[in-house]
């Protein structure tokens, strides 16, 4: 994308994660910190759904505090 239309402000307009397969909580911080730091990133949007797997944000209290904790700690004063 930074290719085809370089200085465009990206929105990546879904993305999500499992409990299955890896550690969602460490994965769901390092995708914030990881965004925080593209300076071109406006946002994301997160399928927050139980469909094939629990997609949601707070599919465990794990998960749900390291993203809420991720999300603090870029919040600018």
Excluded: C
């Amino acid at each position: 994308m930074r290719a085809l239309a370089p200085g465009v402000p990206i929105l990546i307009s879904e993305t999500a994660s499992s409990e299955a397969g890896g550690n969602k909580a460490a994965w769901n911080a390092g995708l914030v910190s990881y965004l925080a730091d593209q300076p071109d990133m406006v946002g994301f949007v997160w399928f927050h759904l139980q469909k094939e797997t629990d997609w949601r944000i707070n599919s465990s209290a794990t998960s749900a505090s390291a993203f809420k904790s991720a999300l603090e700690a870029r919040r600018t004063p």
